[in-house]
């Protein structure tokens, strides 16, 4: 690689002695910087997640300790600000409480995709016709089940829980990682600067490493992060379905589940767990397609 | 043209091949014996021995699952362990159910999709296009199954004007003004997902189509606006017709959660059921099925597009 890098010197000499030129991210995060939708929703996201890891400080009470004589309370109680649910919980405890489990069930299912899809995908991008073919059919067939079928079938199957809901989302997310990698990983490779790196004999590695990672991670980066929204929403649902989270823990969707017989009583705390999952989701949502656009990706189809 | 068919039929038959091995090899994994549900623990070996053989849990996986592929090919997908009806049957009454609100919900959506996604493309930039933008990554960020219940608090408890749940009637097509009134927010609450993607995607496709130069041509040779949006909209049909038909299959599939919500008797509803019974033929049956359909839907979308586009006929 030094030899590379003095081709680079010879290259660019006035730029190596004058104004350093912005690298890519750094274009890409002074663009963030001036899109004010995305800039709040990042902010809002860092509140929620703030909350949520630092739920002891913010809860004003324990999430799992009822009160049987303040079932029910209304929004704007004192002392309950967001009013109380069936056993008397305290629903803005439950809601920073909630966060952390809605979270890590959202995110680390589209994580684990990524890293598992992203491997599967540069291999099936940079193998050979037997390996692409394998790894894709295999993709093929899992594509060929509704993604919110494919979840609540495996997550029936294997029970309930924490572990299972995020399996089985990861299971769901990983054959579009593995498309989307794999069809960014055939168009680099066929750029001319692969060629170069191959016919100055750089060892496959080195070429995944230097040539091949650098410009497929930020698609994949923005196809994933386009993903967490649907995750949160669909990790939540399994919990509202009694298939994902157990209670009495706190969970958006396990909430919502168990506050719809409130509906009659007290609608609007009935329908607080959802303004969290929607509040999280959209800000996710604009997240990503700020980053598209700042980063100028365009995702194959 | 015929190339191309042979080759999707070939590729079809062979991921519903691979579906089939998925769904039966899925509900194997069930952990301890199907039976179990059904059966008291005390419950005399000989009877259960009985029992296994005659749901033919005792053979092993390959033949149970040749012996199962046998019976799906002549239409028979097996005795429900809980209730003890044909699953067959129960299916299809489930599925007619599910798809009297789908095939609205997707009529919805496919029209109010495609309109929102053309008047915001047109009018890039303006306000209008900014409202519609905010509108389609809402739907996109809502959880259907919260938004049917705030609709069922805002028309059912609060307004009190639409049935909360149900589907009224005897189940079926509906026959009287009554019945339609059920539909009405499940169906709402369906359309929302694909109204949001099939919108944004509408957008984007005719922003790109307008980035050519042959609308500039045509306003130039002096066509009609109402024309020029013919020509533009001709060309973002095949990318839209693959999307409308992947959300057709999602509605299909992924009703559950709202048919859970509205208590709809549809193909989701069974298939919760099946899951807490631990009914083992039901929800293999029922996953079969939903993902053969969302396969098949593929087939006619990729044959609809190649007769639009015959640059599809690779």
Not at chain 2, 40 to 51: C, F, G, Y
Not at chain 2, 176 to 183: K, P
Request: aromatic letters at 8%; a positive charge; proline letters at 6%.
């Amino acid at each position: 690689m030094a030899d590379i890098a003095a081709v680079q010197r010879i290259a660019a000499p006035e730029v190596a002695e004058g104004i350093a030129p912005r690298g890519y991210w750094r274009t890409v995060a002074g663009r963030v910087r001036r899109d004010r939708l995305t800039v709040t929703a990042g902010a809002i996201l860092l509140a929620i997640v703030l909350l949520a890891i630092f739920a002891p400080w913010a809860a004003t009470h324990d999430p799992l300790q009822g009160d049987i004589l303040h079932r029910l309370e209304p929004v704007g109680t004192p002392g309950h600000l967001l009013g109380t649910d069936e056993t008397g919980r305290d629903i803005w405890s439950r809601l920073v409480y909630g966060g952390r489990l809605s979270l890590f069930c959202g995110l680390s299912p589209v994580l684990l995709a990524t890293i598992i899809g992203g491997v599967l995908g540069l291999l099936a991008g940079m193998g050979g016709r037997l390996l692409n073919s394998l790894i894709m059919r295999i993709c093929d067939v899992f594509y060929a089940f509704p993604s919110v079928l494919l979840a609540i079938a495996i997550c029936g199957v294997i029970g309930a829980g924490i572990a299972n809901t995020i399996l089985s989302l990861t299971v769901v997310f990983i054959p579009p990682l593995v498309r989307v990698t794999e069809s960014l990983t055939r168009q680099v490779r066929s750029r001319d600067f692969v060629e170069a790196a191959r016919a100055s004999a750089a060892p496959l590695h080195a070429i995944i490493r230097h040539q091949i990672l650098p410009n497929v991670l930020g698609g994949m980066l923005v196809y994933a992060t386009s993903l967490v929204g649907i995750s949160i929403i669909l990790s939540a649902g399994l919990s509202f379905l009694g298939l994902g989270v157990t209670p009495p823990a706190a969970e958006w969707g396990l909430m919502l589940n168990a506050l719809r017989q409130a509906i009659f009583v007290e609608p609007t705390v009935a329908a607080l767990p959802g303004v969290a999952i929607v509040i999280t989701s959209l800000c996710f949502n604009l997240l990503s397609d700020g980053l598209r656009s700042a980063m100028d990706v365009k995702l194959p189809s | 043209m015929a190339r191309f068919l042979a080759a999707r039929l070939l590729h079809t038959v062979l991921i519903l091949f691979g579906v089939s091995v998925v769904a039966f090899g899925l509900i194997h994994m069930i952990p301890g014996n199907p039976l179990d549900i059904l059966l008291p623990p005390e419950a005399p070996k000989s009877l259960v021995d009985h029992l296994r053989a005659e749901f033919g849990f005792d053979r092993p996986l390959y033949v149970q699952y040749l012996a199962w592929l046998g019976r799906v090919f002549r239409g028979n997908l097996g005795t429900s362990i809980f209730t003890g009806r044909e699953v067959t049957r129960e299916l299809l009454r489930a599925l007619g159910n599910t798809l009297v609100i789908a095939v609205p919900a997707a009529v919805l959506a496919f029209g109010l999709g495609t309109t929102l996604g053309t008047v915001a493309a047109f009018n890039y930039g303006k306000p209008l296009d900014k409202l519609i933008s905010v509108l389609v990554i809402l739907g996109l960020s809502v959880p259907h199954y919260w938004l049917g219940i705030v609709l069922v608090i805002v028309f059912a408890v609060e307004w009190n004007v639409l049935p909360a749940a149900g589907m009224g009637g005897s189940g079926g097509l509906p026959t009287s003004w009554h019945d339609l009134s059920f539909l009405v927010l499940p169906v709402a609450t369906l359309s929302m997902i694909p109204i949001g993607v099939i919108g944004r995607m509408v957008r984007s496709t005719v922003l790109e189509i307008l980035g050519n130069d042959f609308p500039t041509a045509l306003r130039a040779k002096g066509l009609r606006s109402r024309h020029v949006v013919f020509h533009v909209l001709k060309n973002a049909a095949p990318p839209t017709v693959a999307v409308m038909g992947l959300q057709l299959g999602y509605l299909l599939g992924g009703s559950i959660l709202v048919e859970t919500v509205f208590n709809w008797p549809g193909s989701g509803q069974l298939m919760d059921l099946a899951i807490f019974r631990r009914d083992v033929p039901v929800l293999q049956g029922t996953v079969l099925v939903l993902a053969a359909f969302f396969v098949l839907i593929n087939l006619v979308v990729d044959i609809v597009q190649a007769l639009i586009d015959p640059r599809m006929r690779r």
